[in-house]
């Protein structure tokens, strides 16, 4: 069955530098992939989609790429703030030509310190 | 935040009671979602709806049923709560723009089974 893989340990990063998070998934491959911020006691926010034929797509200080022979997905936020500081998910499509579902990893926790 | 109000916000029942927990929208999407989120499984798919009358059943939809009578309103029912069931309950909508849209979540309600 698909599976999605997160580090599951939290990032720590001083204020200003580049946060680089990981999302690795196994046995299929999603049309598309999405990402989503969490903050506690909230429910998750969308952020940013790409595609299987988009190697990268960008938002303000977002950047995310999709690796479709790595299986893998990064997600960088340039110029970190303490702002910045929540639980970010990745999402990538049900599978199964069955894009009606999202599959989320559990989630990588970032904290951004000044 | 798309319209979405969940209720109730919080509850506390006992094993062996049933639970209803209400999802409902102000701007009449045509899919909506029920997830559960626990620590170390993240974001699970419980069912899910694509129109009225029309459900199907998610990752752990074992212990849960739905309903969707009206378009804006799409109930989840414990029929019978179990302790394991004590989790974070989260909906989301759907935006009709394509096969690829970005989800929506309701704000979550806490449910403690004791």
């Known amino acids: 069955s698909q599976k999605i893989e997160q580090n599951s340990e939290a990032l720590n990063i001083q204020e200003g530098k580049t946060a680089t998070l990981t999302c690795n998934y196994t046995?299929?491959?999603?049309?598309?992939l999405q990402w989503y911020r969490q903050d506690p006691g909230r429910g998750p926010v969308f952020l940013l989609l790409i595609r299987e034929n988009e190697k990268e797509k960008r938002k303000e200080r977002l950047k995310v790429t999709f690796d479709t022979t790595l299986k893998q997905s990064l997600f960088h936020i340039t110029a970190s703030q303490p702002a910045d500081s929540a639980t970010y998910l990745c999402a990538p499509e049900g599978g199964n030509y069955n894009t009606d579902k999202l599959i989320f990893g559990t989630g990588t926790r970032l904290q951004v310190f000044p | 935040d798309a319209g979405i109000t969940q209720s109730p916000r919080h509850k506390v029942t006992e094993t062996g009671t049933p639970v209803t927990l209400r999802c409902h929208q102000t701007e009449n999407h045509r899919y909506m979602y029920w997830y559960r989120q626990d620590p170390g499984h993240g974001l699970r798919l419980i069912h899910y709806s694509y129109g009225v009358k029309d459900t199907d059943k998610g990752e752990v939809s074992d212990g849960y049923s739905v309903s969707r009578s009206k378009t804006e309103d799409f109930l989840l029912t414990l029929e019978s709560a179990t302790s394991s069931q004590t989790s974070v309950y989260f909906c989301a909508i759907r935006k009709d723009r394509g096969l690829m849209d970005e989800q929506y979540f309701g704000p979550g309600t806490r449910l403690t089974v004791t």
């Open positions: 046995n299929y491959s999603p049309a598309y």
